[in-house]
C-alpha cells in the first residue's frame, strides 16, 4: 500500500516540477522579449538615445571612480 503511494507522489512531484521549470521558462523569455522591445523603442528615439547615452556614461564614470578609489 505505502509503495503504490509513494510513486503516485513521486510521478505528481515530478509533473509539478516539469510544469514549474515550464513556467519559469516561459517568463524569462517574455521578460526578455518586453526588455528588447523597450530597448528597441530606446534606440528608435533621439531624446530618449541621448538619455539613455547619458545614463550609460554616467555609470561607467562612477564604476571607473569606484575602481579608482579601491586601488589606493
Keep these: 500500500m505505502y509503495?503504490?503511494?509513494l510513486?503516485?507522489?513521486e510521478g505528481a512531484g515530478n509533473t509539478a516540477a516539469s510544469a514549474?521549470?515550464?513556467?519559469i521558462n516561459a517568463?524569462?523569455?517574455?521578460?526578455?522579449?518586453l526588455v528588447g522591445t523597450a530597448f528597441t523603442?530606446?534606440?528608435s528615439?533621439?531624446?530618449?538615445?541621448?538619455f539613455l547615452g547619458?545614463?550609460?556614461v554616467r555609470v561607467g564614470m562612477?564604476?571607473?571612480r569606484s575602481m579608482k578609489s579601491s586601488v589606493r
Design 3 to 5: 509503495t503504490q503511494f
Design 7 to 9: 510513486s503516485l507522489s
Design 20 to 23: 514549474m521549470t515550464e513556467a
Design 27 to 33: 517568463g524569462v523569455t517574455s521578460a526578455v522579449g
Design 41 to 43: 523603442a530606446i534606440t
Design 45 to 50: 528615439n533621439g531624446v530618449l538615445c541621448i
Design 54 to 56: 547619458a545614463a550609460l
Design 62 to 64: 562612477s564604476i571607473f
